[in-house]
T-cell receptor, first 113, second 114 residues
Framework: GESVGLHLPTLSVQEGDNSIINCAYSNSASDYFIWYKQESGKGPQFIIDIRSNMDKRQGQRVTVLLNKTVKHLSLQIAATQPGDSAVYFCAENISGANSKLTFGKGITLSVRP | GAGVSQTPSNKVTEKGKYVELRCDPISGHTALYWYRQSLGQGPEFLIYFQGTGAADDSGLPNDRFFAVRPEGSVSTLKIQRTERGDSAVYLC????????????FGPGTRLTVL
């Protein structure tokens, strides 16, 4: 079936290092992708999004890369901080069609001091 | 400004009981979504409202689940004859207008069915 998935369940990084979180998607019709951060006991928090007409989009300390050829999405976090520790989800959507976001299972980012 | 709010934050009920979960979207957002999140999983879509009408309810698991949004703002998710398998965090999100606009999530309601 079609799904959004993440390659690794956990990622441990040293504070100050850069983090890269990867995501594979299988629905070639998806044209809108979002990264969410979820801290324990809270709802998902929007980080950054990208539409399929772009390959790269930058925010504050975060960059999302989209490779439509291999259906791959990544989130790069520069100078990772303890406050970045959370579960990260990628999600996909088909704009103009049904509205639901399809989420992957999530990856836990743990920042070592 | 105020984000999406959900009440209650926690709900414990007994098997077979009826529960209502409430969502207050961001002011001015016309689209409202309900998702369900089980432990260790990503959120799963339940239903989507555009204004007062349910535009897509394909994610509702069965007819025990129902949601309304009578005035196009606050929404209530209703679960009848709750089962232990309904235990999860129920998340509400809203977006300004279209489905592809950014969805902003509330803190969720943790439902526990004993």
């Amino acid at each position: 079936g079609e799904s959004v998935g993440l390659h690794l369940p956990t990622l441990s990084v040293q504070e100050g290092d850069n983090s890269i979180i990867n995501c594979a998607y299988s629905n070639s019709a998806s044209d809108y992708f979002i990264w969410y951060k979820q801290e324990s006991g809270k709802g998902p928090q929007f980080i950054i999004d990208i539409r399929s007409n772009m390959d790269k989009r930058q925010g504050q300390r975060v960059t999302v890369l989209l490779n439509k050829t291999v259906k791959h999405l990544s989130l790069q976090i520069a100078a990772t901080q303890p406050g970045d520790s959370a579960v990260y989800f990628c999600a996909e959507n088909i704009s103009g069609a049904n509205s639901k976001l399809t989420f992957g299972k999530g990856i836990t980012l743990s920042v070592r001091p | 400004g105020a984000g999406v709010s959900q009440t209650p934050s926690n709900k414990v009920t007994e098997k077979g009981k009826y529960v209502e979960l409430r969502c207050d979207p961001i002011s001015g957002h016309t689209a409202l979504y309900w998702y369900r999140q089980s432990l260790g999983q990503g959120p799963e879509f339940l239903i989507y409202f555009q204004g007062t009408g349910a535009a897509d309810d394909s994610g509702l698991p069965n007819d025990r689940f129902f949601a309304v949004r009578p005035e196009g703002s606050v929404s209530t998710l209703k679960i009848q004859r709750t089962e232990r398998g309904d235990s999860a965090v129920y998340l509400c999100a809203s977006s300004f207008r279209l489905a592809a606009d950014t969805q902003y999530f509330g803190p969720g309601t943790r439902l526990t069915v004993l």
